[in-house]
């Protein structure tokens, strides 16, 4: 099974900033990744798709990169409806599985 | 737009037996795959099971595999989740998702495991 690892597991950070939240699986997973954001009480949705590519919708602050294991999620110019927890997904075999989550939270 | 609305959660005994539902709308339901995901309260997200529409196969977490069995009826657009022999370690919302890669959720149903 593939193993996702997350990290930070929190991260304070100020509006107008620029962070980045980065998954490394246990094996190449090509491109088969995507991030997801959930506000508390809320479901997820997913932000990223293919490593790389925008849900249609999602503002252009957030940007994915990375191949084979290792991926960064960056969001710039910090809003304050992006303090969530963040997720990534893998889906390039089963079980699929998802990284740890990274709260994102208000400095 | 996309809907999914799942039912079926609620207080069962440990190995107990549930059973979810996910009414599916704004999409072409029989073309696409379908997934439960679910959250323990205060923790992470777990995927749990898919339904493959290229094949039909079936494939399920390790926590939930020869008790979970997920299905689907395109006739009413709806997919399940039969949950056997269940735990206290299963307590979760149980999120429905479209697609393999869990491209749009469901707002959750709550299972709550105990004695």
């Known amino acids: 099974d593939i193993q996702m690892t997350q990290s930070p597991s929190s991260l304070s950070a100020s509006v107008g900033d620029r962070v980045a939240i980065t998954c490394r699986a246990s094996q190449g997973i090509r491109s088969d990744l995507g991030w997801f954001q959930q506000k508390p009480g809320k479901a997820p949705k997913r932000l990223i798709y293919a490593a790389s590519t925008l849900e249609s919708g999602v503002p252009s602050r957030f940007s994915g990169s990375g191949s084979g294991t290792d991926f960064t999620l960056t969001i710039s110019d910090l809003q304050p409806e992006d303090f969530a927890t963040y997720y990534c997904l893998q889906h390039n075999s089963y079980p699929y599985s998802l990284g740890q989550g990274t709260r994102l939270e208000v400095k | 737009e996309v809907q999914l609305v799942e039912s079926g959660g609620g207080l069962v005994q440990p190995g107990g037996s549930l059973r979810l539902s996910c009414a599916a709308s704004g999409f072409n339901f029989s073309t696409y795959s379908m997934s439960w995901v679910r959250q323990a309260p205060g923790k992470g997200l777990e995927w749990v099971s898919v339904f493959c529409v290229q094949d039909g196969s079936t494939h399920y977490a390790d926590s939930v595999r020869g008790r979970f069995t997920i299905s689907r009826d395109n006739s009413r657009n709806t997919l399940y989740l039969q949950m056997n022999t269940l735990r206290d370690e299963d307590t979760a919302v149980y999120y429905c998702?479209?697609?393999?890669?869990?491209?749009?959720w469901g707002q959750g149903t709550l299972v709550t495991v105990s004695s």
């Open positions: 998702t479209k697609g393999g890669h869990l491209d749009a």
